[in-house]
């Protein structure tokens, strides 16, 4: 993919196209991964500027993980890279949307395509998993 937009080395530099999201109190935005050809919803997670950024200027996903406090390149220990074709954001300006190649075919850490996998039986549940694990995560994740 193109690059989007050109790295920018100054994380408070003037970017008004950052500047026009509404960032929480930390910092971060909320960015649903969606398959670009599917439109099935593969992932939740928090982004924030440099994360944004670095994703706009290489076209890989790349988030923020609150429980690493760090940068989290989707595919970095699994392989399971997302390649981002298109980001958008909502008429508020609050969240993020990717579209995006999941590589590998695998977004959930629990093996399986999509972190959505859960779906409520009936009226009053339980929750049951809907879908499969395509691979196991022991494999995954050594």
């Not at 970095?76 to 958008?88: A, C």
Request: proline share 4%.
């Amino acid at each position: 993919m193109p690059r989007l937009v050109t790295m920018s080395k100054d994380l408070n530099a003037d970017l008004p196209w950052l500047d026009a999201l509404v960032w929480d109190e930390q910092g971060l935005l909320p960015v649903i991964a969606q398959d670009a050809a599917s439109g099935r919803v593969l992932m939740f997670a928090w982004t924030n500027r440099e994360a944004l950024l670095e994703t706009a200027a290489t076209g890989r996903a790349v988030y923020w993980s609150r429980s690493r406090r760090r940068l989290w390149r989707k595919g970095e220990e699994s392989g399971h890279v997302q390649l981002v074709s298109d980001i958008r954001t909502d008429c508020d300006g609050d969240v993020i949307l990717y579209s995006v190649t999941q590589e590998g075919g695998i977004a959930c850490h629990t093996g399986r395509e999509s972190c959505f996998f859960y779906r409520l039986d009936g009226e009053n549940g339980p929750w049951v998993a809907a879908d499969p694990v395509l691979k196991n995560p022991k494999d995954i994740y050594k």
